[in-house]
Structure formats: structure tokens, C-alpha cells
């Protein structure tokens, strides 16, 4: 008898200890109705499926499992399914058993950029990382993508209470509207203050701002992003310095509270906590309980960022209880993984980039002015043309994307290659957070089997192409004339050699 019991009680420690995110909010009594992950199983006891990825060279599709209960995604499954093509993120599964999974956003009262209107998928390896040193893949928002719900079951309406945190990159974001995560609009369009409950995270400062230059942890409720308990600013919420974040929001009826914290280190801090903005609409709230990730309630997708990790619970949760999933978060040591691949291109070193298209094995990137082109060039070319085909390796101007690399023109020092509208250009540093995203790009391994394809950093569905000898950061799943998937593989792919010039 003694020693069942105490069998028993080590069975019940180790549950303990192995209790995810959503068992923790179930023991504190606000159990999780949406859980959202890419990265890892969010209850000790799933097996099921976590994501689901696309292959853009068949169409064919391939659910992502944890390696064990409850452990971390079998990215290994889809290195190998998507090798040597592209791969998009089409569903974030549910893991709480409610059904409520993300999918490919429909047109709102902003339409989408894609086709019909919908908005863009995630490429499915833009946010490696590594959990406890297993490699995962997180969901990089680009402008333009978006994931949503719109007929859910079990989440929050009205003024009831709920809460939600996610596990974001502290160094993707931007001031476009808005990388939110949470509950908003069943219609996809605005329909008044109030109708939406969503975390917030990046610098737009047209409603609330916090400490410092942002980014910061807000709340969306609808016309309205607040930082604290009315519009405008408030000091307490602190801008976020830390690589991984962790970001709560959570409300029940006139209380609502924003809390943040170093997702792989530390406590979280509360920034705000009190009663609902004395606005009209806000106080009772009408949350309608649809689900977004990575655009507004409209649909408004013009906001960039990183979700590897996300749920929603029924009831407003503890201090404590998310405190717990706090320390979970952090003995799930998320860390940095390389953004790059395939044969090294080293920094300092100066490089000539040959095309490995049938067509046009004798063309280089160059450039004509601004304009990024092929050109043919040899040893026996004229030196102004074997310069213009002559970049200089540096480290990428964007330090969110470390480990990357941006191309500094040979012939105009100071101008770097960067996208714009998708399009190529050499252009000068003008120092701008957008500008040197634009010009950093990852090189991986070929795509068909040769050397390099470039990947844009801030668009990691998108590599440096040729097309009718014009240089474009192309998607063979995109709708422009040079995203088209004949030869996308080979038109994407490069020979690096030591520069001409
Ligand atoms: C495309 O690349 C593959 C692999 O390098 C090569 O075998 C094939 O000939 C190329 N096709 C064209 C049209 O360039």
C-alpha cells in the first residue's frame, strides 16, 4: 500500500513536470480553447498534429507531428518533404481538440495581396529555431500574410473573460497595422470599438505608445491599440529588447491586464492592469470570437513579426497561473538557429553571381544604374562592366537578421542591393529600418542542387530570380508575371565565384 501510494505520487510529480502550457491553464482553471504552435506540443499528452506544410512543387501536403508527447516539432519531416522546392505553412492546427485552426486568411475590409483577395502564407522555413537544441520552425509574418479563424467554438464573446500569450521574436516587427494575435472580428471587418481582444506586438504609434522607441506589447480592441488603461502612452508598458518575448493580454469584465517578459530567461512583468478604456464600446466589450495571427480584424496586413507559440483560455487566467507557463516557456530554452545554408558566403569576400538557367549560363547579376539585371560578362569583358557585376559580401544591414548577408555594389560604394515592389535595385544605404530589411538576404543551398539561392530575409517565400533578364525576389506560389513556377528552381539558383572586379 505504501509503496503504491508513493508509485503514485512520483507518477503525479512527473505529470507535474512535464505539464505543458495548456495543463497548466486547466489546473489553474482557465483551460486553454485555442492552442497555436509550429514549435511544440502545448499539453504533455499530444501527439497530434501542429501544422500543416505545402509543397510548391506537386501541391502535395504534409501534417507536422511532435516527436513525442508533448515535445517538440518533427522539423526533420519537413526538411525532407520540402527539400529542393519551396514550402508554405497552410494550417496551424488547434491543439486543444476545438477545432480551432488558422488557415489563409479571406479578403476582410482590407483585401489580401494573393489571389481572391486572400492573404499570403508563411513560408514554412523563414523562422528556424531550436528548442532544449531541437530544431523547430516558428511562422514569419511577412506583410501581406495572415492566418485566421472565423467560426470558432468555445472562445470568448461579448464582455467574457479570456486570456491569451504568445511566444514571439522580439526583433521582427514593424509600425504597419498590425501583428496582433487573439480574438477579433467574425466578418473580417471592422465593426466598432470594442469587438475585438487581440496581443499586439511591433511600433505602430498612431493610438498608444510605451517606454522608449517600442517595440512593445499592446492590445487590440478595435480601433485602437492600447498600451495601457486609456489611449495615448503609458510609460509602464516597456519597450522589448529580448530575442524571444513573451507577450499576455487578458480580459473579464471592466479589468483587463497586458503582461511581457525575456520568453527564454526570467518573469514576466506586469505593464498594465486595471479597468477597460472609458471610451464608448470598450466597457462591457463585444468580442465576437473570431481568431487572427499577423493582421488586424479588418484583415489590415501590413505588419511583420514571428509567432512560434499561442493559445487562448476560457476565463480570466491568474497571475500565477501564467506565471507557471512562464517558467514553461523558458525550460523550453528557445534559441537561435542559422538563417543560412548551402555553400558559404563568406563576408569581406567579393563575389560574381553566374545564372544556372539553361538559357543563360554566361550572364551575372549586374546592374545598369539602379536597375539589378544579367548581363553576360567574361574575363575579357570591359572593366566597367566586369565591376558592375562585382559585389562585396557584408554583414546584413538589418541586425534582426543576423548571420544574413547584403551585397554592397563594387562600382557605387555605399549602394547596396535591395527589393523594392519585389523588384531589384542597387540603391544607397539611406539607414532606414526598411531599407536595410530590404537589403538583407540569406543564401541557402541551391534550390536545384547547384550552388546558392538568396533568400530575401524579410520574405523568406522569396529568392533572387532572373526573369527576361531582370533581377526580382520571386515566389513560385506568388501572382506577379516573375513569380512563375516554370524554371522558378533554376532561375533561382547561383554559382558564387570570386568577383571580377
Ligand atoms: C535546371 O537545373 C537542373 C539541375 O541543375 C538541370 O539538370 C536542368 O538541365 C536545368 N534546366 C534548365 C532548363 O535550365
Not at 538557367?357 to 536597375?371: K, S
Request: aromatic content about 10%.
Amino acid at each position: 500500500m505504501f509503496q503504491f501510494s508513493s508509485l503514485l505520487a512520483l507518477c503525479l510529480l512527473a505529470r507535474l513536470v512535464a505539464a505543458g502550457p495548456c495543463d497548466i491553464y486547466a489546473s489553474g482553471g482557465t483551460p486553454c480553447v485555442a492552442a497555436h504552435s509550429t514549435t511544440r506540443a502545448l499539453f504533455s499528452a499530444f501527439t497530434g498534429s501542429l501544422y500543416q506544410v505545402k509543397r510548391g512543387s506537386d501541391g502535395a501536403t504534409l501534417n507536422i507531428a511532435p516527436l513525442s508527447a508533448g515535445g517538440v516539432a518533427n522539423a526533420a519531416s519537413q526538411d525532407s518533404f520540402c527539400a529542393g522546392t519551396s514550402c508554405l505553412i497552410t494550417t496551424i492546427f488547434d491543439q486543444s481538440g476545438r477545432g480551432n485552426h488558422l488557415t489563409q486568411a479571406p479578403p476582410g475590409g482590407f483585401n489580401g495581396p494573393a489571389a481572391g483577395g486572400f492573404d499570403n502564407l508563411a513560408a514554412a522555413n523563414g523562422a528556424p529555431v531550436t528548442l532544449n537544441g531541437q530544431k523547430a520552425y516558428g511562422v514569419f509574418i511577412s506583410p501581406g500574410t495572415g492566418y485566421r479563424n472565423d467560426a470558432t467554438n468555445g472562445i470568448a464573446t461579448g464582455d467574457a473573460a479570456q486570456g491569451m500569450y504568445a511566444v514571439l521574436d522580439g526583433t521582427h516587427f514593424n509600425n504597419g497595422c498590425c501583428f496582433d494575435y487573439g480574438n477579433a472580428e467574425v466578418s473580417a471587418h471592422d465593426t466598432g470599438n470594442g469587438h475585438m481582444e487581440a496581443i499586439y506586438f511591433g511600433t505602430e504609434t498612431t493610438w498608444g505608445t510605451g517606454a522608449g522607441r517600442g517595440p512593445w506589447i499592446m492590445a487590440d480592441l478595435e480601433n485602437g491599440l492600447f498600451s495601457g488603461g486609456t489611449a495615448g502612452n503609458n510609460p509602464a508598458d516597456l519597450t522589448i529588447t529580448s530575442r524571444f518575448v513573451t507577450a499576455v493580454v487578458k480580459g473579464e469584465p471592466n479589468q483587463w491586464s497586458i503582461r511581457g517578459g525575456n520568453a527564454a530567461s526570467g518573469a514576466l512583468s506586469t505593464f498594465y492592469s486595471g479597468v477597460r478604456p472609458n471610451v464608448a464600446g470598450y466597457n462591457p466589450m463585444h468580442k465576437e470570437g473570431a481568431i487572427i495571427l499577423g493582421i488586424g480584424g479588418d484583415n489590415s496586413n501590413g505588419a511583420q513579426g514571428t509567432f512560434y507559440e499561442g493559445v487562448m483560455t476560457s476565463g480570466y487566467p491568474s497571475d500565477a497561473t501564467e506565471n507557471s507557463v512562464q517558467a514553461n516557456v523558458v525550460a523550453a530554452k528557445y534559441a537561435t538557429t542559422s538563417l543560412v545554408s548551402g555553400p558559404a558566403v563568406s563576408v569581406s569576400s567579393a563575389v560574381s553571381f553566374r545564372a544556372t538557367t539553361a538559357c543563360c549560363t554566361t550572364r551575372f547579376i549586374a546592374h545598369t544604374g539602379d536597375t539589378v539585371n544579367t548581363q553576360v560578362v567574361s574575363s575579357t569583358s570591359a572593366s566597367a562592366l566586369k565591376l558592375s557585376a562585382s559585389w562585396t559580401v557584408v554583414a546584413a544591414l538589418s541586425s534582426a537578421a543576423a548571420g544574413c548577408v547584403s551585397f554592397e555594389s563594387r562600382d557605387t560604394p555605399g549602394s547596396f542591393i535591395r527589393h523594392f515592389d519585389f523588384e531589384l535595385m542597387v540603391n544607397a544605404n539611406d539607414g532606414t529600418q526598411q531599407f536595410a530589411e530590404d537589403a538583407s538576404f540569406c543564401p541557402q543551398s541551391g534550390i536545384n542542387g547547384q550552388g546558392n539561392s538568396i533568400r530575401a530575409w524579410g520574405y523568406p517565400t522569396r529568392y533572387f530570380r532572373h526573369f527576361n533578364n531582370d533581377l526580382y525576389v520571386a515566389d513560385n506560389s506568388g501572382v506577379n508575371t516573375f513569380d512563375a513556377a516554370s524554371l522558378w528552381n533554376n532561375d533561382t539558383t547561383w554559382v558564387l565565384s570570386a568577383a571580377f572586379a
